[in-house]
T-cell receptor, first 119, second 108 residues
Framework: EAGVAQSPRYKIIEKRQSVAFWCNPI?????LYWYQQILGQGPKLLIQ????????DSQLPKDRFSAERLKGVDSTLKIQPAKLEDSAVYLC?????????????????FGPGTRLTVL | GENVEQHPSTLSVQEGDSAVIKCTYS??????FPWYKQELGKGPQLIID?????GEKKDQRIAVTLNKTAKHFSLHITETQPEDSAVYFC???????FGAGTRLTVKP
């Protein structure tokens, strides 16, 4: 079974520039998550999708971050404009849950992440 | 929101010894507690999980215990091996809060 795919794996940009990350979840998984993992910390949930609808985006900095999951499969996360403190690994995960509640009690499968460096 | 505290932040053991990592949570409504292992350059991988209707779960050398009254759960790794060296994260369900991680080093 193919895992969660993410691209690019690494990205270096200057502050105030824009950047986008792409995620392809495991086939058939209805729920998709984006996490931000700052060096030395645990992942922090940014947004949770159920199919193409947003279940939870309470921790997403909406003034600069946006995400979409058109057609309920692939997803993109965008940062515009980037700040120095956005330097982190951005992880995508998916699960097969069909519920629409916050969080999850189903196994989440993580992709390898995209390491973003903002200079 | 939920807070998940994880201890210790680093743990070094000799090969063959046991390792224990502890987490506490604040939301009494939480009912699912997964543990993840993260190796360098990779995403977290689920190694074991426990739901609130059981107090202990074991899978070969790995076990997790849950005390809902005290709101804490622990990961136990027995007969540690060098390949167990990684960062381990606990998490709590309702809004998927992760602990800060424990860097485990197993010395051969």
């Amino acid at each position: 079974e193919a895992g969660v795919a993410q691209s690019p794996r690494y990205k270096i940009i200057e502050k105030r520039q824009s950047v986008a990350f792409w995620c392809n979840p495991i086939s058939g998984h209805a729920t998709l998550y984006w996490y931000q993992q700052i060096l030395g910390q645990g992942p922090k949930l940014l947004i949770q999708f159920q199919n193409n609808g947003v279940v939870d985006d309470s921790q997403l900095p909406k003034d600069r971050f946006s995400a979409e999951r058109l057609k309920g499969v692939d997803s993109t996360l965008k940062i515009q404009p980037a700040k120095l403190e956005d330097s982190a690994v951005y992880l995508c995960a998916s699960s097969g849950t069909t519920g629409s509640y916050r969080g999850s009690t189903d196994t989440q499968y993580f992709g390898p992440g995209t390491r973003l460096t903002v200079l | 929101g939920e807070n998940v505290e994880q201890h210790p932040s680093t743990l070094s053991v000799q090969e063959g010894d046991s390792a224990v990592i502890k987490c506490t949570y604040s939301d009494s409504a939480s009912n699912y507690f997964p543990w993840y292992k993260q190796e360098l350059g990779k995403g977290p991988q689920l190694i074991i999980d426990i739901r609130s209707n059981v107090g202990e779960k074991k899978d070969q050398r790995i076990a997790v215990t849950l005390n809902k009254t005290a709101k804490h759960f622990s990961l136990h790794i027995t007969e540690t091996q060098p390949e167990d060296s990684a960062v381990y994260f606990c998490a709590s369900s309702n809004d998927m809060r992760f602990g800060a991680g424990t860097r485990l080093t197993v010395k051969p």
